[in-house]
């Protein structure tokens, strides 16, 4: 648990906003396995969950139990002590291009009972986060979005995309050189020694990444109910390149349909080079009696389809958005990550919620770094902070935007735009939170 005196107050406004709906606006202390478990409950209920059992609440306490939780309380419901309303947050580090991090205010779990909804209880709980968040001097806000149409009111726009990869596994041979190194099987709990230093290496490489907490590996290798059907399915591998050096992993299971048929579910592959990269695909197509491998939230710029013998063996669902990013303070976003080349642009960025709106000149020299400072001068680009958002880790193209009609500037300056923001790789967050 974080200590209590280290976690901001419920924000002052919107404690007063929702008190004058008769509501009480609070932090949850997580060291009350009884406050907990009903702000869970209320949490879990918010997303069509099943009501957690005491095992699971008390297993997402210790996994979760350090964010900043919040819950909205009304007083005249038939059961106050469950919040008609959740949310949590937490300082995450969110990889920008140039294999750097920025701090960024997490949001998760916002929920609003049926009971309370349309009556502009998320939008207090969502602006309340943004002033904390600036507050704390906290750059940026992220979150992942359960609809595309709820966020973007509030400045988030979407930053980083992820699609779903399906390979028809039987249609394909490996068509990529053969990898240096070997893959090792690991127990789920030995991998759990591992994961953290091979993950926070290799979360470094791809822009729109987000650090991961300690009790998301615990979960994922199902070492939090070690005896379910679920935990007992998951497989681990490990892949050491040729001086035996941990370089990547993938976590999965597999779901038999019948004997000789069945599909890969790929939880998390991640790699810190291209090597493990594609030993960790070849052992994952190498399963034999399997139909199907299926990995979610994949980059939409996997360069598998160029590994394997058959391309159209591989199909991808449809393009979707998946990290939302809200720029709080322009210069530090813009300031954190490198750039492709050297450039003078001035933006004009107009925030409704004021915090990023003014006109500022983005310098970057040839080794790709960044100098910001506010101006009076005309501006080449003219921008809101959803459009902001939408270019700033390069997911999406400035002329994109133009052609949009969402962004507006002169030609060269849009065109520069595009060289200058364009990333390494494609922007991609690999999973929920
Ligand atoms: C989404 C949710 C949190 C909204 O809560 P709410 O208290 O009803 O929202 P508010 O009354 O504060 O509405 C704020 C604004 O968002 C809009 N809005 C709310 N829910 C929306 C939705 N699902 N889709 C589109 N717009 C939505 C409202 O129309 C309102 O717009 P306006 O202020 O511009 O007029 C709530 O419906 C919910 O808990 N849904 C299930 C869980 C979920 O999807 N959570 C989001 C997790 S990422």
């Given at each position: 648990m974080t200590e209590p005196h280290l976690v901001p107050p419920a924000d002052a406004d919107s404690v007063a906003a929702l008190a004058a709906r008769g509501l009480r606006y609070a932090l949850v202390d997580t060291s009350d396995a009884v406050a907990f478990a009903h702000w869970l409950g209320a949490d879990e209920r918010g997303f069509h969950a099943p009501a957690p059992t005491p095992e699971r609440t008390e297993s997402a306490r210790e996994r979760v139990g350090y964010r900043r939780t919040t819950g909205v309380y009304d007083?005249?419901?038939?059961?106050?002590?469950?919040?008609?309303a959740t949310t949590s947050s937490w300082v995450a580090q969110l990889t920008v291009p140039g294999g750097r991090t920025m701090d960024a205010w997490a949001v998760s779990s916002v929920t609003v009972a049926p009971t309370h909804r349309r009556r502009g209880i998320a939008r207090a709980l969502l602006e309340g986060e943004l002033r904390t968040a600036v507050a704390a001097g906290v750059p940026a806000a992220i979150l992942t979005a359960s609809?595309?149409?709820?966020y973007g009111r509030f400045g988030f726009a979407p930053a980083a995309p992820a699609t779903t990869v399906s390979v028809a596994r039987r249609r394909v041979g490996w068509a990529g050189p053969p990898p240096a190194g070997t893959v090792h099987f690991r127990s789920p709990a030995a991998l759990r020694d591992e994961v953290e230093e091979i993950a926070g290496r290799a979360l470094?490489?791809?822009?729109g990444e987000v650090d991961r907490w300690p009790g998301f590996w615990d979960r994922m290798l199902g070492l939090t109910d070690p005896t379910s059907e679920r935990s007992r399915g998951i497989r681990a591998a490990r892949y050491d390149d040729a001086d035996g050096h941990p370089r990547g992993f993938v976590a999965y299971s597999v779901q038999r349909t019948e004997p000789d048929h069945g599909t890969v579910v790929v939880d998390q592959l991640l790699a810190e080079t291209d090597e493990a990269y594609r030993a960790l695909w070849r052992f994952v197509l190498?399963?034999?009696?399997?139909?199907e491998v299926r990995a979610t939230l994949r980059s939409v710029d996997e360069p598998l389809r160029w590994m394997v013998s058959d391309p159209r063996a591989i199909t991808t669902s449809e393009y979707g958005d998946h990290l939302w990013l809200r720029i709080l303070d322009a210069a530090a976003v813009l300031e954190a990550r490198t750039y492709s080349a050297p450039s003078r642009l001035v933006l004009r960025i107009d925030d409704p919620l004021g915090y990023a709106s003014g006109t500022v000149v983005l310098e970057t020299d040839a080794a790709g770094r960044a100098f910001v400072h506010e101006s009076d001068e005309p501006a080449g680009i003219r921008l809101g902070i959803e459009e902001l958002g939408a270019i700033a880790l390069g997911a999406t193209r400035p002329s994109v935007l133009a052609a949009a009609g969402r962004l507006a500037g002169d030609a060269h300056a849009i065109r520069t735009a595009d060289r200058v923001f364009a990333a390494d790789r494609m922007p991609h967050l690999g999973f929920w939170f």
């Open positions: 007083g005249a419901a038939a059961e106050p002590e469950s919040p008609v609809e595309a149409t709820i470094l490489r791809t822009p190498e399963h034999d009696f399997v139909d």
